[in-house]
């Protein structure tokens, strides 16, 4: 059974810090997502990361794919308050969209 | 990408009572997909629904509490039935892009049950 976990589960961090959100997953995968969510909105798709050492940077976030380790990172580089959000990982090892896990998400808060 | 809306975009309901949740794409796709998000929990995929097909339920879900239509190509619905306060979510469909492996989600509806 695919699992898929998350670290930390929440986070606390100052305007203009750096920190990395881990996602490990139990069983191989081709496939890892991350999303963002704002309370009450739906999610928003971040990156996806589809080979073993695949990198992929957006503006202050860079997501990292590790197969043989079956880890993520997503690392955010000075954060800023509008980066408060809900991220969440999810891995996918079926061909399409079947068997898709999300894990717990990580609650970041940016603080001033 | 894909835009997706959903209808209602939220509801409360009775106790005993069903409530159908419509799920719309702008494009064709083969394969859609309904989540639901328990209050401040994640999101746990409850069926994937092929056109022309019987749905496809997640451990845990059942056809007879979680009817699923698709009609065509750019259309379904969940339908959640004998409602408890239990089913007190935020239900969502998603469509993935079958070159870019993309998962898209609709902006989801909210369900309370009194």
């Known amino acids: 059974e695919l699992k898929v976990e998350q670290n930390p589960l929440f986070l606390s961090m100052q305007e203009g810090k750096n920190y990395t959100i881990y996602c490990n997953y139990s069983t191989t995968s081709d496939r890892l997502y991350w999303y963002r969510q704002d309370p009450g909105k739906s999610l928003e798709s971040l990156f996806v990361?589809?080979?073993?050492?695949a990198v992929k940077q957006e503006g202050r976030l860079m997501a990292s794919l590790d197969t043989k380790a079956r880890l993520s990172t997503l690392h955010i580089t000075a954060a800023v308050h509008d980066l408060s959000a809900t991220y969440f990982c999810?891995?996918?090892?079926?061909?399409?969209?079947?068997?898709?896990?999300f894990g717990p998400g990580t609650r970041l808060s940016v603080l001033p | 990408s894909a835009v997706i809306s959903q209808k209602p975009s939220r509801d409360i309901c009775q106790r005993g009572t069903s409530l159908t949740i419509q799920c719309q794409v702008d494009s064709q796709v083969t394969m859609m997909f309904w989540y639901r998000q328990q209050p401040g929990q994640s999101l746990t995929l409850i069926a994937t629904a092929n056109q022309g097909s019987e749905a496809t339920y997640e451990s845990g879900f059942v056809i007879d509490k979680f009817p699923i239509s698709r009609p065509n190509l750019t259309f379904s619905t969940l339908t959640v039935s004998n409602l408890s306060p239990e089913d007190s979510s935020i239900y969502l469909c998603s469509v993935e892009d079958l070159y870019s492996y993309e998962q898209y989600f609709g902006p989801g509806t909210r369900l309370t049950v009194t």
């Open positions: 990361l589809l080979s073993n050492g």
């Open positions: 999810a891995v996918g090892n079926d061909p399409h969209g079947q068997n898709f896990v």
